[in-house]
């Protein structure tokens, strides 16, 4: 015989119970009275035994054997209640349940549902006292657990809360039972009783447990305790982990929480990438979390990859505070760091002030910077770094006391390429002398600096006073396009070529030579030529007849000079064959005869040089021109056009009896 309970009035008062299942008793809201089960015999004892293992074997999902006993069940009675609910809890579990009948079947076990619950409803939509005694005959929390399921998936309020005040949660063994009350427990915010699901994770699936506490649990310390101890269980897998960075990387909890999980997983040996804890977490908490989720990475070494993540994490990042901390949990874990040169220019290309850029300089040489990677650094940053000229003249100068001397092709790729520093770059050259250099390296940087035009005048003549200052010499071939430049002042090139010769400089054979023929007669430079004439020095036709006819040296040196030029021109004077204008003519003549006609020195000059000619080359006067193409002798053309004659070229004639040769 089967037993049943009239227990859902107290028999008082009338008021409602409510059931103490440690006491197994029925205690009134209204009154407190305490009420026991009051037995009747009532016939069903068999079927109810049916139908509970049928929930039972529902519940940790033999679902053969539920099936078998429902089959019996119905046998004996398949208008009973309890069949009814077997059938219903029977079907919702199969469809829901992955694998656990064809997807073909799963609508028509739906619709059997449908079917078999309006069967219960027509019953009674309230829960009957026949009804009441099935459930209290059933006493296992797993048969609970899975009505719980069951009535909350059909909305059916009354039953599921009716059914759930008879749950233990300790007493919960099957895991899929478990599962169904933990996933109802959490939707509805009961958190007291997650706790008691949780106390016993044997009888629970921890991945499931896990992904619903990380998804529904409140933001709170009690969280990241309830997440320790799942993954303490060793239960998790690498499905789980991805489950764990979903959540770090999507939900709204506080950083707070994160990083206590974090830290969680990472202590009981759930690996988090460092890669993605950098690229999802630390953009999104605070610095002092961060230090802490860092610190626990870095109490275990780590790899090559991950401290480098970690480091470029912390020189890319624009929060100094932050860049510092992640510097400091380095150090502080003993972890070997080799900067790369990459990661030091990378950071020196950031946009920051100068007072963290030192900063930080400062924190990151305190570790091992791979072979050259500071002068790297140091060159990257003084020739290509685009910083704000307010930022370079700062940064520049602390860079080169972290190098003992400057790379040759450092100094020589900012002297001459490098323009960002405008009217800031001699002071940063001068600093670049000042660190010591040794200037037998750069023996043509001058040469190639003055013929560059890369800086504006008033920076190039300040730069190149800095460079000859700090004793460089000049490459002879440059020295000597500079000397025969036409753009320099003459006394700045005066300057400049004694400052060189003072250094060592060294003027080739030909640069007088040059400088005759190369600069504009008008800018002919007395001084300048005789520093540049050497005891070397020779000349050819064209630098002889320019310096004779073009050029205004002092009255005192002009007959000497030419003399000497005269003397040391290669194809010798009297052969040198002139063609020039005179009173609009075009004539070709001998270099005596064209001086004649066009000297501009002095009366006095005019006539050593031509006595010179006649005395000592024995060079003719009275020789034969060409005068638009025809021949004449020299004293037939001067008479023809002695009005055009100037006073010295007229008294010339007078003195050495042009006028009275004969023909």
């Not at 660190?435 to 560059?452: E, P, R």
């Amino acid at each position: 015989m089967g037993v049943s309970y009239v227990t859902r009035k107290c028999n008082q008062c009338a008021g409602r119970l409510e059931y103490l299942k440690d006491k197994k008793i029925w205690r009134c809201l209204y009154c407190g009275a305490e009420i026991e089960r009051q037995e009747q015999y009532d016939g069903l004892f068999t079927i109810k035994n049916v139908v509970r293992q049928s929930l039972l074997d529902v519940s940790y999902r033999r679902l053969d054997s539920a099936l078998k006993n429902i089959i019996e069940a119905e046998k004996i009675d398949s208008h009973y209640i309890g069949t009814i609910i077997a059938k219903i809890v029977y079907e919702m579990i199969c469809a829901i349940t992955p694998g656990a009948c064809h997807e073909s079947d799963v609508r028509n076990l739906l619709m059997q549902l449908r079917k078999n619950y309006e069967a219960l409803q027509n019953i009674s939509k309230t829960i009957t006292e026949e009804e009441e005694a099935l459930y209290e005959y059933l006493e296992e929390s797993d048969i609970y657990a899975t009505l719980v399921l069951v009535y909350d998936s059909l909305s059916d309020v009354v039953r599921r809360d009716f059914v759930f005040q008879l749950v233990d949660t300790k007493q919960i063994y099957s895991k899929d039972a478990n599962g169904n009350l933990f996933t109802y427990v959490l939707k509805n915010e009961n958190f007291e009783l997650v706790n008691g699901l949780l106390s016993n994770p044997d009888n629970i699936d921890v991945s499931m447990a896990f992904s619903e506490i990380l998804k529904r649990y409140p933001d709170n310390a009690n969280k990241v305790e309830i997440i320790k101890n799942l993954i303490k269980t060793k239960q998790l897998n690498y499905d789980d982990k991805a489950v764990l960075e979903k959540y770090l990387s999507s939900s709204e909890d506080s950083s707070d929480i994160k990083a206590g999980i974090i830290i969680a997983a990472l202590e009981n040996g759930m690996d988090v990438s460092l890669d993605f804890t950098v690229k999802n977490i630390f953009p999104k908490i605070e610095e002092d979390k961060i230090k802490d989720v860092f610190l626990t990475y870095c109490s275990k070494k780590l790899s090559d990859a991950d401290i480098m993540l970690a480091f470029d994490y912390a020189c890319e990042c624009k929060n100094t505070n932050m860049a510092l901390c992640i510097f400091d949990c380095l150090k502080k874990g003993n972890q070997f760091v080799v900067v790369p040169s990459k990661t030091l220019i990378a950071f020196l290309s950031s946009e920051r002030s100068a007072e963290d850029k030192i900063k930080l300089v400062e924190k990151i040489l305190e570790f091992k910077v791979e072979g050259k990677g500071i002068e790297a650094a140091v060159t990257d940053y003084l020739c290509y770094n685009e910083d704000p000229i307010n930022i370079r003249e700062n940064v520049i100068p602390h860079l080169f006391k972290k190098v003992s001397i400057l790379p040759t092709n450092t100094v020589q790729n900012y002297i001459l390429r490098c323009e960002k520093d405008g009217e800031k770059k001699p002071e940063i050259v001068k600093a670049i002398f000042k660190n010591g250099i040794n200037t037998s390296f750069f023996n043509d940087l001058l040469s190639k600096y003055i013929n560059s035009s890369i800086d504006s005048e008033k920076v190039k003549a300040e730069i190149t006073n800095i460079l000859t200052e700090g004793g460089l010499k000049i490459d002879p071939d440059y020295f000597e396009e500079y000397i025969c430049s036409q753009d320099k002042n003459p006394e700045d090139k005066i300057y400049f070529v004694k400052k060189m010769l003072s250094n060592g400089s060294k003027v080739k054979s030909k640069t007088a030579n040059n400088y005759l023929i190369k600069n504009d007669p008008n800018n002919f430079s007395s001084e300048l030529f005789s520093l540049i004439f050497t005891p070397a020095s020779s000349f050819d036709s064209k630098a002889t007849e320019r310096y004779l006819l073009l050029c205004k040296d002092r009255d005192a040196i002009k007959a000497q000079n030419f003399v000497t030029i005269a003397e040391r021109c290669l194809n010798g004077v009297d052969s040198i064959v002139c063609q020039i204008k005179h009173g609009g003519n075009d004539i070709s003549c001998n270099l005596l005869q064209a001086y004649i006609l066009l000297s501009n020195d002095s009366q006095g000059v005019t006539n050593e040089i031509v006595k010179w000619f006649v005395n000592k080359k024995r060079m003719k006067i009275n020789a034969e021109i060409v005068c638009f193409g025809r021949k004449m002798k020299f004293r037939k053309y001067v008479v023809e056009n002695k009005t055009k004659l100037s006073n010295v070229s007229d008294s010339v004639c007078e003195q050495f009896k042009v006028y009275s040769m004969l023909f």
